[in-house]
């Protein structure tokens, strides 16, 4: 069975950081693209950042210059580094992965930025 489990969030004054990883099952790891979105209360689902199985990255521009996304391609590993945290940047984060037939997603992770 496909699996993404989530896992690092938690409560961060602002300023702080936060490394997130999402370890996802091997049949899926090597897809096309993975990456991370969030969704705040009430909001709908956003885009955070990507990784191709090639290594190019993309970032939202809300995120960009603070967030660094990478992958361990021998741990089956997805990360989201998270620097310079804002109040605005308190949600859920769930993985996600792009293969040729599905999109797959983790359950997530909450990430409170609060003082």
């Known amino acids: 069975q496909v699996q993404l489990v989530e896992s690092g969030g938690g409560l961060v004054q602002p300023g702080g950081s936060l490394r997130l990883s999402c370890a996802i099952s091997q049949s899926i790891f090597n897809s096309y693209v993975v990456g991370w979105y969030r969704q705040a209360p009430g909001k709908e689902r956003e885009f955070v950042s990507s990784?191709?199985?090639?290594?190019?990255?993309n970032y939202a521009a809300s995120v960009k210059g603070r967030f660094t996304i990478s992958r361990d391609n021998a741990k089956f590993t997805l990360y989201l580094e998270m620097n310079s945290l804002k109040p605005e940047d308190t949600a859920v984060y769930y993985c996600n992965v792009q293969s040729s037939s599905s999109n797959y997603w983790g359950r997530g992770t909450q990430v409170n930025v609060s003082s």
């Open positions: 990784i191709t199985k090639f290594g190019n990255r």
